[in-house]
Nanobody, 127 residues
Framework: VRLVESGGGLVQAGGSLRLSCAAS????????IGWFRQAPGKEREGVSC????????NYADSVKGRFTISRDNAKNTVYLQMNSLKPEDTAVYYC?????????????????????WGQGTQVTVSS
């Protein structure tokens, strides 16, 4: 099982980035997928998640209205569109897969629920 994040980079405040989470060895459609981030010296926190069915999404309060999660099952990829970026969004962003939610209609923003993790992609927002 391999999850690979891409799309990170350096952007000015107010800008946008789209992160991708591509999978091999699993079919992402069978999993709830979460995006997490970890800033230096801070705990890894949940940013957004999408259910296996795709019908349910959750967002951390800090990103509501700015970030959008989506999935393209044909490409076995989940995306995180990040708009109106702020310096406090600077972190390493990780995607993760929750195997217990196959076909389910819910997802969790707590990292303890997730079974598989990618290696992360750096997002840096300059002021």
């Amino acid at each position: 099982v391999r999850l690979v994040e891409s799309g990170g980079g350096l952007v000015q405040a107010g800008g946008s980035l789209r992160l991708s989470c591509a999978a091999s060895g699993i079919t992402l459609e069978d999993y709830a997928i979460g995006w997490f981030r970890q800033a230096p010296g801070k705990e890894r926190e949940g940013v957004s998640c999408i259910s296996s069915s795709g019908g349910s999404t959750n967002y951390a309060d800090s990103v509501k209205g700015r970030f959008t999660i989506s999935r393209d099952n044909a490409k076995n990829t989940v995306y995180l569109q990040m708009n109106s970026l702020k310096p406090e969004d600077t972190a390493v962003y990780y995607c993760a897969a929750d195997a217990k939610q196959k076909g389910g209609s819910s997802c969790q923003l707590e990292k303890r629920y997730y079974d598989y993790w990618g290696q992360g992609t750096q997002v840096t927002v300059s002021s």
